[in-house]
């Protein structure tokens, strides 16, 4: 099975938007942010193995 791993043309356009949303945070937020995204990955990685069991 082939898993794409390039993103669409719609997941970039939101990559460009976040990057200009996010470059004028402190480190501080920044930090804070990245703990937030990590935090739901591995949210996601929970429900996706719930999931496949």
Known sequence: M?????LSLEQKFNLKV????????????????????IRQLMMKDNMIKHLLR
Do not use: A, C, F, G
């Open 18 to 37: 976040y990057e200009e949303q996010v470059k004028n945070l402190s480190l501080e937020e920044s930090h804070k942010y990245l703990l937030e995204v």
């Open 2 to 6: 082939d898993i794409p791993t390039d």
